[in-house]
């Protein structure tokens, strides 16, 4: 007879804790695998697994204990309350970026009166920056990009997912954006350095894309970058918001203030306490 629920689940999580690697995603394994509510799982704990369900549980283990993130072998994660498509072309999305979302449109709320708003996100990956402020902002007019082709086409099966419509432009971060002006930009950019890798997960750096994670200049490049050219894009008003590193606020506030100076630039905290977005609201 195959294993309890309980057991399956406690055998997969000492495997993965003697690697290093998370124990709570062999919860995540078995819900996948059986097609279970957190609840039903919870109820279910001393019953024995199906066959099937046991080989397709374990089936998701082996991978698991590769360090791949359990996003990607499930291929989809949640955001915003969303459901979007994940691959290896594509960061996971994490919920950092949703507070990014949160913030934009608290903010846009008050500096835009109800006429159809401008919208760009830089660097889209899996769309889920421009996928959440469709979704919470139906009249927007919100267009992505992304240097990645393959990206891309992530991105535009979220936004039909999700039943929203947004225009996808393929090139490099905001050059398909400069014949036109806009009234909010939003980019979450590689922004690590190089010299950070040795910190990072090895489910990070082995499995998700290199180019949507490292930056030159000490992880500071895409920000300067973007503070310099955004400038003649910009109506008025406009509200521009980046993620950023923890340690990043003061240098890209000073990118910033200096590409606006007439600008109000504000960091903003995560739910951790941690420096994790900056916007500059520009009248």
């Given at each position: 007879m195959t294993e309890t629920i309980f057991e399956s689940v406690q055998r997969a999580k000492q495997l993965l804790e003697a690697r290093?690697?998370?124990?709570?995603?062999?919860?995540?394994?078995?819900l996948a695998?059986?097609?279970?509510?957190?609840?039903?799982?919870?109820?279910?704990?001393?019953e024995h697994l199906p066959s099937k369900h046991d080989t397709l549980f374990w089936s998701y283990i082996t991978e698991?204990?590769?360090?791949?993130?359990?996003?990607?072998?499930?291929?989809?994660?949640?955001?915003?309350?969303?459901?979007?498509?994940?691959n290896e072309?594509?960061?996971?999305?994490?919920?950092?970026?949703?507070?990014?979302?949160?913030?934009?449109?608290?903010?846009?709320?008050?500096?835009?009166?109800?006429e159809t708003i401008r919208v760009a996100d830089i660097g889209t990956g899996s769309g889920a920056i421009a996928v959440a402020f469709k979704t919470e902002c139906p009249s927007a007019q919100v267009t992505a990009t992304d240097f990645s082709e393959r990206a891309l086409e992530v991105a535009k099966r979220n936004a039909e997912r999700n039943e929203v419509e947004i225009t996808f432009l393929q090139g490099d971060?905001?050059?398909?954006?400069?014949?036109?002006?806009w009234d909010i930009i939003l980019s979450n950019p590689p922004y690590i350095a190089a010299h950070e890798k040795t910190e990072m997960s090895a489910t990070v750096y082995d499995f998700e894309p290199e180019s949507a994670l490292f930056a030159e200049e000490d992880g500071l490049y895409f920000y300067r970058r973007l503070a310099e050219r955004l400038a003649p894009m910009m109506n008025r008003p406009a509200l521009i918001g980046f993620e950023i590193g923890y340690q990043q606020g003061?240098?890209?506030?000073?990118?910033?203030?200096?590409?606006?100076?007439?600008?109000?630039?504000?960091?903003?905290?995560?739910?951790?306490?941690?420096?994790?977005?900056?916007?500059?609201?520009?009248?």
């Open positions: 290093g690697l998370e124990p709570r995603t062999a919860e995540l394994a078995m695998a059986t097609g279970k509510s957190r609840a039903n799982y919870l109820a279910s704990l001393n698991l204990l590769t360090g791949k993130p359990i996003q990607y072998i499930l291929g989809e994660e949640s955001f915003y309350g969303l459901s979007f498509e994940v072309h594509v960061l996971i999305p994490r919920p950092e970026t949703e507070e990014l979302v949160h913030y934009a449109l608290e903010r846009a709320k008050k500096l835009f009166s109800n971060m905001e050059e398909p954006l400069e014949q036109q002006t003061k240098a890209v506030q000073q990118f910033l203030e200096k590409a606006f100076p007439e600008a109000k630039v504000d960091i903003v905290q995560d739910i951790n306490k941690k420096d994790r977005m900056i916007f500059c609201e520009i009248r």
